[in-house]
C-alpha cells in the first residue's frame, strides 16, 4: 500500500462500515445501476452506505455542467480502491 497523497488501496475486509462510509473510493471498471446512470472506470465516488451480503452504495459527484449525478448499489468491494486523504 503507497501512503502518499492521492494514492490508492485495496479496500481491506477488516474496515468495518462505519470506517468506511463517507470515504471516497475509485471506480475500477464501468458500473451501471439497473436504471441504466453508468459510472466510467477511474471516476471518483462516495461511499454511501455497505450492506452486509449486498456489496456498497455508492454516489458521484455532481456533474459541473447539468447537476446529475450517479447513485449504484450492489457494487462489489474489488470493483472500488479507496483514495487514501492526508490530512
Known amino acids: 500500500m503507497i501512503t502518499e497523497k492521492g494514492a490508492t488501496a485495496l479496500i481491506d475486509r477488516k474496515l468495518r462500515r462505519n ?3 463517507g470515504k ?3 471506480a475500477l471498471r464501468d458500473i451501471r445501476n439497473g436504471s441504466g446512470q453508468g459510472i466510467s472506470a477511474g471516476s471518483i465516488c462516495t ?3 455497505v450492506v452486509r451480503g449486498h456489496g ?3 454516489q458521484t459527484e455532481k456533474c459541473p ?3 446529475q449525478y450517479a ?3 450492489h457494487v ?3 470493483d472500488l480502491d ?3 486523504q492526508e490530512v
Open 76 to 78: 462489489a468491494r474489488n
Open 47 to 49: 461511499i454511501k452506505d
Open 24 to 26: 471516497k473510493c475509485r
Open 56 to 58: 456498497f452504495i455508492i
Open 19 to 21: 470506517d468506511l462510509i
Open 71 to 73: 447513485y449504484v448499489t
Open 65 to 67: 455542467h447539468c447537476g
Open 82 to 84: 479507496l483514495l487514501i
